[in-house]
């Protein structure tokens, strides 16, 4: 499934930007207020330059003990930004996501200029049903193709259990 089929991309928000000289201070207020985890740093064509996260403030802004009132967003953004495109594939982005540990990415035209915003928990309200739906289809498949191989799977499995049983027994 391709990220512009998601009912999450057609639905969302206005992705919450800001420039690199920005406050951190003014950026947290607005995020605060609209209970947003994270705010991309745009140039002024609006292709995404950065992101700040909850993760960014805390170890760059809190740990480091910077001035929450002076200190720019430049100052404490991530700069390897990874940004998706409407097309490509959900669950590419999810395994990746979930791999290197990131939650929020940003999807850009073909431009690269930003038009929406995807977490990781609009990407997982889709796997969970497509996953059950996967192993449906796939049960149903193999009963159907051959119900003669579920009954010898399910003998074999019989079969190795009481081997086992046996054998512990006989110790």
Not at 101 to 126: A, C, K, T, W
Not at 131 to 153: C, H, K, N, W, Y
């Amino acid at each position: 499934m391709k990220i512009k089929d998601r009912p999450e991309f057609r639905s969302k928000a206005t992705v919450l930007t800001f420039a690199p000289g920005d406050r951190v201070a003014d950026a947290v207020a607005v995020m605060s207020e609209r209970n947003y985890g994270s705010v991309v740093i745009v140039d002024p064509e609006r292709k995404p330059v950065g992101i700040v996260t909850e993760r960014d403030l805390m170890r760059r802004l809190l740990h480091k003990r910077l001035d929450f009132d002076t200190t720019t967003l430049a100052q404490i953004m991530t700069t390897d930004l990874k940004v998706a495109r409407a097309d490509d594939d959900l669950l590419d982005w999810l395994r990746l996501m979930s791999n290197e540990r990131f939650r929020h990415l940003p999807v850009v035209d073909e431009q690269g200029v930003l038009i929406s915003m995807m977490s990781q928990g609009d990407f997982v309200s889709y796997t969970w049903p497509e996953l059950l739906g996967r192993l449906r289809e796939q049960a149903r498949a193999t009963f159907d193709v051959s119900p003669s191989l579920v009954m010898m799977i399910a003998g074999a499995v019989l079969f190795v259990a009481a081997t086992v049983i046996l054998f512990l027994q006989a110790r």
